[in-house]
Nanobody
């Protein structure tokens, strides 16, 4: 059974940092395109980043230079390092996996529910100004 479990969320002040983790079980992470999404209350779900099996990551413009996606295939875990956090980064953050190619944030964002097969339940990120 495939399962994705996010962790690492919390409450930080603006300018602070958090490192989110997404642990996978039931399938080998190494073969998957992994994506990070977020959704704030009352707002649409937004893709944040993708990382492919070659550790190539892509990001939306608003997080470029601040967020870094990485993966540890030995631990079957992907990470999202978030620095210089802003109040607008506050949201529930989700990870998802799929076989989409290319594993690119724009490609995945076009049809996320069609190309991503499994989703975690999310971890909450709260930013205080």
């Amino acid at each position: 059974q495939v399962q994705l479990v996010e962790s690492g969320g919390g409450s930080v002040q603006a300018g602070g940092s958090l490192r989110l983790s997404c642990s996978a079980s039931g399938f080998p992470l190494i073969r998957s395109c992994m994506a990070w999404f977020r959704q704030a209350p009352g707002q649409a779900r937004e893709e944040v980043a993708t990382i492919d099996s070659d550790d190539v990551a892509t990001y939306i413009e608003s997080v470029k230079g601040r967020f870094t996606a990485s993966r540890d295939n030995a631990k079957n875990t992907v990470y999202l390092e978030m620095n210089s956090l802003k109040p607008e980064d506050a949201a529930m953050y989700y990870c998802a996996s799929g076989s989409v190619s290319p594993c690119d944030v724009l490609v995945v964002a076009a049809h996320p529910d069609q190309v991503l097969e499994d989703w975690g339940k999310g971890t909450q990120v709260t930013i205080s100004s």
